[in-house]
């Protein structure tokens, strides 16, 4: 049997992960939806724990697990023609991971995460989005869509880039190529009303509860779910489990109960196995608890990418499936 392939659009970057459990998340509720937030006093110096550094990207974290869990992958990104760079291209090439569609942009700079990561494994993140922000239509190519199983589009916010995504949106359609749409916050401040006019085009939509509820303007996290775009909707809410709606059907998986170390990727690492999932079997349900049991096991590791192998991940799985069964919500 052949092994299916999933395209995955978005950046490439270098993260830096700075650790400080001494900080506290507060809580703090707009309109219609609810924010966790950092508070830092100017012309003071807040203790970390550790720091690290590691290659990352929305888009190469999810690719990274839907290689490892043994679906084909591809990559359109772009970096700069830096140091940093170079850590990403090598980077990916130990991992196996294509390059043949990552642009090295003359006199750009690559992009860097800046990850503070505090009590309980939450985070907040500063962003110098580089090479990233340059990637535009010129990337993606007919030929590129055609070649994949599936289209997974990751945050991808400037001009440029949303010229891209209007691209690759349409080359799916033309071609029936199954579109997944996983967004940032960042995308959906930047692009909502443009996003908004897209409706229709999505067959997958995933997205954590606090971008449901900004995206959709709903305070009440079911209707968000039921106001996302896509054939299926997968909304992820920290410990509060994944729910998900197509078909008619509203279900709720679990989380796993597990000690947080670092959420640094753990979206992605979902997005990567869902998708892997969706490629292998098409079982939503099973291919939405796989992808909360690589998640769980992505939250007990530092970095942005899950290092567990194959084997493990799905030991893990096998292990916990019982833990996850899932229960209609209405």
């Not at 508070?39 to 970390?48: D, G, I, N, Q, Y």
């Not at 772009?78 to 043949?100: E, Q, Y």
């Not at 995933?206 to 909304?235: F, S």
Request: aromatic share 6%; charged share 20%; glycine share 8%.
């Amino acid at each position: 049997m052949s092994v299916k392939t999933a395209l995955f659009i978005g950046s490439s970057t270098v993260d830096v992960n700075a650790y400080a459990q001494g900080i506290c998340p507060v809580v703090r509720r707009h309109h219609r939806h609810t924010e966790k937030c950092l508070e830092l006093t100017f012309a003071s110096k807040t203790a970390l724990d550790d720091v690290t550094v590691c290659t990352g990207g929305s888009a190469t974290n999810s690719a990274y697990a839907t290689h490892l869990l043994g679906s084909g992958v591809d990559l359109i990104s772009a970096v700069g023609d830096d140091l940093f760079g170079d850590l990403v291209m090598d980077d990916l090439k130990k991992h196996h991971l294509p390059t043949r569609h990552v642009k090295r942009l003359s006199g750009q700079k690559t992009a860097i995460g800046i990850n503070l990561l505090c009590a309980g494994g939450e985070k907040t993140n500063l962003v110098f989005k580089g090479a990233t922000d340059a990637l535009d239509e010129k990337a993606v190519s007919e030929a590129a869509i055609v070649g994949a199983d599936i289209v997974v589009c990751t945050s991808l916010s400037s001009p440029a880039n949303f010229k891209l995504f209007e691209k690759a949106v349409l080359l799916s359609r033309q071609h029936h190529i199954p579109f997944v749409f996983a967004p940032s916050i960042t995308m959906l401040r930047a692009r909502r009303q443009e996003l908004q006019r897209m409706h229709g085009h999505f067959d997958v939509v995933v997205m954590n509860h606090e971008e449901a509820g900004y995206y959709t303007d709903c305070k009440e996290p079911l209707e968000a779910l039921h106001e996302l775009p896509g054939k299926l909707n997968v909304m992820t809410w920290d410990k509060k489990g994944v729910f998900v709606e197509y078909g008619g059907l509203r279900l709720h998986v679990p989380t796993l109960d597990v000690a947080v170390k670092d959420t640094t990727g753990a979206g992605d690492c979902f997005t990567g196995a869902l998708v892997h999932g969706l490629l292998s079997h098409g079982n939503v349900l099973k291919a939405v608890q796989l992808a909360t049991a690589a998640a769980s096991l992505k939250v007990q590791q530092s970095g942005a990418k899950l290092t567990s192998s194959k084997a493990q991940v799905h030991a893990y799985f096998e292990k916990n499936k019982g833990k996850l069964k899932a229960k209609q919500v209405r």
